[in-house]
């Protein structure tokens, strides 16, 4: 299972990649492999504004539908169109291709209630 060290992670096996004011955000390997194939993904609008750790939109797969949910605050600026026609790359790409959004912080001391990759590693572990 892959742990990148340049991420923040949340015990919801959200990811988390930070550039200053900025926000790529993405489920964890861990969590699509537990999810099986990955068929619809349905993302909050660009414009809301999210609340850390609310929920901000579902996946799907063939085994299971699991709510999503923010690791930090802030306002939606994009959202992966391609996953409406390809939501396996969640599968194939969990930290490249298959990013779910990208917000512009609110509050960037929330980093602060996340995890390191080491402390993520022993949750997903066990």
């Given at each position: 299972m892959a742990?990148?060290?340049?991420?923040?992670?949340?015990?919801?096996?959200?990811?988390?990649r930070?550039?200053?004011?900025s926000a790529t955000i993405g489920?964890?390997?861990?969590?699509?492999?537990?999810?099986?194939?990955i068929v619809y993904v349905e993302l909050p609008r660009v414009g809301a504004k999210i609340e850390?750790?609310?929920?901000?939109g579902v996946i799907e797969s063939v085994k299971a539908?699991?709510?999503?949910?923010?690791?930090m605050s802030g306002e939606v600026v994009a959202i992966n169109d391609g996953l409406e026609n390809d939501p396996?790359?969640?599968?194939r790409e969990p930290y490249g291709a298959g990013w779910l959004l990208k917000l512009h912080l609110s509050k960037p001391d929330?980093?602060?209630?996340?995890?390191?990759?080491?402390?993520?590693d022993k949750i997903a572990a066990e």
């Open positions: 742990v990148p060290e340049d991420l923040l992670y949340s015990k919801e096996h959200e990811w988390v930070l550039d200053g004011d489920i964890t390997d861990y969590a699509q492999n537990a999810l099986g194939d850390q750790f609310g929920n901000v539908v699991s709510d999503l949910f923010t690791p396996a790359a969640v599968n929330e980093r602060n209630n996340l995890l390191a990759p080491a402390e993520y």
